[in-house]
């Protein structure tokens, strides 16, 4: 079965496999030891930062001890880390280049750590967000800033070039 070169569902799905757990994409892109290297780093920041334990607790509206149990020093790894792994598996799957495709990732990075840092005491209509789900909706913001830089600097380019 050969690569379909010009589609990016080789990107796709290396990105998905990216998002279930760092390290997967790069194993799927036959990077063993990096693949290897993400999964243990993921494994031990998520061990070290009491994130499954964040994770149940949140679901469970359990927000202050779900603060409580997180170890703020570790886990701020973890969007870096994540976003990271899943930009390099993008990056290295077969399919179409597209310029400036790490911005996203970027900031989708820069803003879940804010959002982690601000998650105890940060409050929307006076709710506590906690360190699971506030990081997750900044990565919207992240999201739509990345994209909006990427947006502007290929219109620029695309200036230039009519120029």
């Known amino acids: 079965m050969g690569k379909q070169f010009g589609t990016n569902k080789d990107k796709l799905a290396k990105l998905l496999w990216s998002i ?8 799927l892109n036959h990077k063993y030891i990096k693949g290897i290297l993400f999964i243990a780093l993921e494994f031990i920041v998520n061990v070290m930062g009491n994130f499954n334990q964040i994770i149940l607790l949140s679901y ?15 886990l701020m790894f973890y969007p870096c880390l994540y ?17 400036y495709m790490y911005l ?16 105890p005491t940060f409050t929307i209509f006076g709710y506590l967000i906690g360190p699971m789900w506030l990081p997750m909706l900044f990565l919207f913001i992240g999201l739509i800033v990345g ?12 200036q230039k070039a009519r120029a």
């Open 83 to 99: 976003f990271f792994a899943m930009w390099d598996a993008y990056n290295d799957a077969e399919g179409e280049d597209k310029p």
């Open 104 to 119: 996203p990732f970027v900031f989708s990075a820069y803003f879940v750590t804010l959002g982690l840092i601000l998650s």
């Open 20 to 27: 279930a757990l760092p390290g997967f994409g790069q194993l």
């Open 147 to 158: 994209g909006l830089i990427r947006w502007t600097l290929l219109r620029l380019e695309k």
């Open 60 to 74: 469970h509206g359990r927000i202050q001890e779900a603060i409580d149990q997180t170890d703020y020093q570790w």
